[in-house]
């Protein structure tokens, strides 16, 4: 096994589902984890435009951590390939190859990214 730090997709998956069996109980249904992984996200958007855009930060926001919400995205997203039965590696493999066959030249030859 590797350590923590270059851990797999499919490590990450196991350790989500052995975590979810041992203190989680059962998984959430798919569209409760759905409706998470959008708080989730938003939390993350909260304190994108706080760092990066033109937002300020609230005393409220003083403990928001960037990193820990990413975590919770991933942790959600991989809640939700688990319980559909997605094998997240093979997945992001193919997509990353149907982005290669179709994008290839796009962002290239896009002037805009110049």
């Known amino acids: 096994m590797q350590t923590p730090n270059n851990i797999t997709i499919k490590e990450a998956q196991q350790k989500v589902d052995n975590w979810i069996n041992k203190y989680g109980v059962r998984y959430f249904n798919e569209l409760t984890n759905l409706a998470i992984l959008v708080e989730e996200v938003g939390e993350v958007s909260r304190i994108m435009s706080r760092l990066y855009g033109e937002q300020s930060f609230k005393d409220s ?20 390939a688990n319980q559909t039965g997605i094998d997240l590696s093979e997945a992001f493999e193919k997509n990353i190859l149907k982005k290669t066959n179709r994008d290839h030249l796009r962002h290239k030859n896009n002037k805009k990214l110049s």
């Open 61 to 80: 926001d003083s403990k928001s951590n960037l990193s820990d919400e990413l975590a919770d995205v991933l942790f959600v997203l991989i809640c939700i």
